[in-house]
């Protein structure tokens, strides 16, 4: 009965470890969030506050600056994402016009890719927002949370 316990602890520890160990590859998360929904297509959401909205195994939203640049409006929502615990980058800038971020929860470590793009429309830039989990298909709407709160 120790053995199986050991055991069992064992594959939970290898479990966790596999969890927060694993690669981040910006290559697979690092991407154009207007198109990284299923079947690819491209969706539109009303700006503001309400955009936020859940899609399976994460939330999307749109944020609108009336004045200003890509660059300003991303390092604007930079300052904001990294001051989030847990939360580093881990590709792109605000110079190039896409950031994704990592957020880690607090006790297992589970990964949430946030990536924002923005786009400039005459004098607005529109920042599309699409958080996503790593593991599993249901988030328990910590990502919607996530976008709310930025």
């Not at 969890?19 to 700006?47: K, N, Q, S």
């Not at 009336?66 to 989030?84: F, Y």
């Not at 249901?138 to 709160?149: E, H, I, P, Y």
Request: net charge neutral; aromatic share 10%.
């Amino acid at each position: 009965m120790r053995r199986v316990a050991y055991l069992l602890l064992l594959i939970l520890a290898g479990g966790m470890a596999y969890i927060r160990l694993a690669p981040d590859d910006p290559a697979r998360w690092h991407v154009d969030p207007g198109f990284a929904i299923e079947f690819g297509a491209p969706t539109a959401f009303p700006p503001g506050p309400e955009s936020v909205i859940d899609v399976e195994g994460g939330a999307r939203a749109m944020i609108s600056f009336v004045d200003g640049t890509t660059a300003s409006a991303l390092a604007q929502l930079d300052d904001i994402a990294m001051a989030t615990p847990r939360t580093v980058r881990l590709a792109g800038s605000p110079e190039t016009g896409r950031i994704t971020w990592v957020t880690r929860s607090a006790v297992f470590g589970f990964p949430d890719y946030t990536t924002a793009e923005a786009r400039q429309f005459a004098s607005m830039v529109n920042v599309d927002l699409y958080a996503r989990s790593r593991y599993g298909r249901g988030d328990f709407g910590v990502n919607a949370a996530r976008l709310r709160a930025w």
